[in-house]
């Protein structure tokens, strides 16, 4: 077989798609819809089931009660619980004349894929999996984050808190959030959550976004009659895992049955006044104190 | 991916596309000197992968919508209010294709840069989609 004498990069352009230009101008949409947005806080934990969630939506609704503008996104495609958290079911994300209009609540712009449902218990039409095409799910998730990302009317936003899915693997956001980025890692005070963060935090670290600090969720049962904390923590777990790691802990979050009861009816504990409420004050003022 | 045209040794152009049928994208180029022509043609796993990227073989000529790949892919249509009169209107429409004819209609209405779905581009969707409300 002869073989042509030019080889790929001596073809100037690409025959007419310009996908690289297309590229560019998605590239561009996003970095145009940022500009609004000062800070964007990631909430990650590595492992399922820390409170990511739970601690994005109640951090969110303190720094709206600060009286900043914040957005919330959940990039949870799959198990989506954010916008439910809030109490901003049966609401559906429009289209208005600047973007894709996000649903308001607590003074907090949403953006899930929860609003995107036709119905509450509605699966979405993931694709890929009937193509047994692992890589066309990845490529997909990366898309829709990067649209709900740049096509949400957010408008001018102090802070942008978004609810990463469980796991490590990061590749699915954009790489230019990085200098915008601060990663709030959640984790349970014991040495099986704090394996998985050293884990998620090298990721993170090498993808450019900027590590603030550990959120221990679960951390103390608050005793309803004297108010003194009940430990549920291994200190001595966390305190080396701070130290190894070299990140502060920037809170420590209760187990209250209000943080709960508040997710399954949508009104985050925070917004009554209570232990939830004092360890997330102190969990947004240590985050400000970091970013400085 | 370059097509080269190996009796000239140049740049084949994209001359058109069509599909997805049946899952498959057929893509033409063509070499502008001696006429030679190939198509590409995707397995579905090759078509979702090009949708998921949300880019469009052949190059844009007119910019994507508000959340375009997003709605393709969740299959949730676009998001994008009806008025009354238009909800009405679609109540002609038999029960059971009822969501799909209202997700072409929105994204009739998208591409012509409407923010709400009215009766006219209801119309206009029963037009194209032959008998219609």
Known sequence: MTLPSKGYSSLHGDGGSDIAGQVREQQARLAARLEGIDQILLTAGGKGGVGKSTVATNLAVTLARAGTQVGLLDADLEGATAARMLGATGMHARLGSGGVLPAEVHGIRVMSSDLLRPGELTPLNWPGLEDGAPVVGSAARATIVREFLADTAWGKLDHLVVDLPPGIDLSFLPACLGPQAGMVVVTLPNTVSLRVVSRATTVASAAGIRVLGLAVNMAYVPCEHCGNRISLSDNGAVNTASELLGLPVLATLPWDAAVAAGAELGVPAVLHEGAANHAYATLASRIMEVLG | ?133
């Open chain 2, 1 to 133: 991916m370059k097509f080269l045209c190996m009796a000239c040794e140049e740049a084949m152009s994209f001359e058109d596309a069509a599909g997805p049928n049946e899952g498959s994208v057929t893509v033409v180029f063509r070499c502008k000197h001696c006429g030679a022509g190939v198509a590409l043609l995707t397995n579905p796993a090759e078509t979702r992968l090009i949708q998921a990227l949300g880019v469009k073989v052949g190059g844009r000529t007119v910019e994507p919508g508000a959340f375009e790949t997003t709605g393709a892919l969740l299959g949730t249509g676009t998001a994008i209010s009806w008025t009354s009169e238009a909800e009405e209107r679609l109540k002609r429409v038999p029960e059971f294709v009822r969501p799909m004819v209202r997700a072409a209609i929105e994204r009739l209405a998208v591409t012509k840069g409407a923010t709400e779905v009215t009766v006219e581009h209801v119309v206009a969707a029963g037009h194209s989609l032959g008998p219609g409300p």
